[in-house]
């Protein structure tokens, strides 16, 4: 059974950081590009970034760009994504998702989701 079990959100003020896990048991870890997408209340979930393994690869939205840095760091099975300098309008339900590599970065479809994480950026 795959499972993307997402850590690490909480009450942070603007211009503050924090960092979210996403552990990924069940599939081969380098088969995979691992995600984050993100959810407002009352808006449409979104993509946030993407990360492979396989070379380091890493997409980022442009709202998240110079801000926000995906990384395995060298874990295995394990993404992080590193949030600095956040906004209130970066609150959201943080999920992780993984997708199978294909030719295309980043993958096309989302395969498996973890249930979220909520992270709320004060004023």
């Known amino acids: 059974e795959v499972q993307l079990v997402e850590s690490g959100g909480g009450l942070v003020q603007a211009g503050g950081s924090l960092t979210l896990s996403c552990a990924s048991s069940?599939?081969?870890?380098?088969?995979?590009?691992i995600g984050w997408f993100r959810q407002a209340p009352g808006k449409e979930r979104e993509e946030v970034s993407w990360?492979?393994?396989?070379?380091?690869?890493?997409y980022y939205t442009g709202s998240v760009k110079g801000r926000f840095t995906i990384t395995s760091a060298g874990a295995k099975n394990t993404v992080y994504l590193v949030m600095n300098s956040l906004r209130p309008e970066d609150t959201a339900v943080y999920y992780c998702?993984?997708?199978?590599?294909?030719?295309?970065?980043?993958?096309?479809?989302?395969?498996?989701w973890g249930k979220g994480t909520q992270v709320t950026v004060s004023p």
């Open positions: 998702a993984a997708g199978l590599m294909t030719v295309t970065f980043p993958p096309p479809d989302v395969d498996y």
């Open positions: 069940g599939l081969t870890f380098d088969q995979y590009a």
């Open positions: 990360f492979s393994s396989v070379d380091g690869a890493a």
